[in-house]
């Protein structure tokens, strides 16, 4: 019952974004599950149905995948044109959601979805929260421990900027292969980010200072002086990429639900144009 929940959770979230950096929704259905063959098969008495949900196929697997693919931490870092083009995406993808006051609370790369044409979607619904259930905030404790920001661990009050926290541990774990505190036992990582100084990259000197700043800016500990995702929309790291996504996808409209609306879905995705350069590359 309690996982039924979590996914009509994810379902509801879903079905209200019409975003092209959130993973498009198209419909659930319960399937029963029977016995035998054929139009004679039996319903089998007390087996719960099956629920499927039909959502846009991102033939590229997550972020996660890939690194997982190449070995992990110290065999896989993207390259950080590909990193930056990423952030762009998932930037844009927080904006949408903020601004609808929805908060995803589980943002890492294994929830940040890639098509092999380079474009990016946010993904895996099923711990977010509308903001508005508690006057704009929420106070639960949600989401994977290595990424979670140290308001929500505090069990304080936070809002969307949570999500910017989990987007700097994101960024650090592209570039590294891993998160920061991930060779710790999660209970310990737990009691540690809020003790710690807020995390950056090992190797500064391998990277841009734009892209160190943009993982300061994200990974400020005192919410209050960290960046929201609207305002990150404007920093130098993603700025361009931003515009170019914002220019390409000026004309996006749902597909609208149902079988007729992943069909066309189907058709569009054949002739779409590639997502930012550096990642259609990447992929391909």
Known sequence: EQEA????????????CDSPFIVGYFECFLRSLVQGGGHHGQRVEGHPNEMWIVMEFCDGGSVSDLIEAAGGRGFFAMPEECIRAACAGIVLGL???????????????????LTNDGHVKLADFG??????????????????PFWIAPEVIKESHYDGRADVWSLGITVIEMAEGAPPHSNL??????????????????????????MLDFI?????????????SALLTGHPFVMQEVIALRRMHADFENCGYGRSGYERAAEMCETRSPGLPALASFME
């Open 127 to 144: 711990v977010s929260a509308e903001l508005t259930n508690t006057i704009n905030k929420r106070k639960t404790v949600v989401g994977s």
């Open 185 to 210: 036992n999660p209970l310990r990582a737990i009691f540690l980010i809020p003790s710690k100084p807020a995390p950056t990259l090992a190797d500064p000197d391998n990277w841009s200072p734009e």
């Open 95 to 113: 904006e949408y959601l903020h601004k609808k006051e929805i908060c995803h609370r589980d943002i890492k790369c294994g929830n940040v979805l």
């Open 216 to 228: 300061r800016c994200c990974c400020k500990k005192d919410p209050s002086e960290r960046s929201d």
């Open 5 to 16: 929940d979590k996914i009509m959770s994810e379902i509801d979230i879903l079905s209200k």
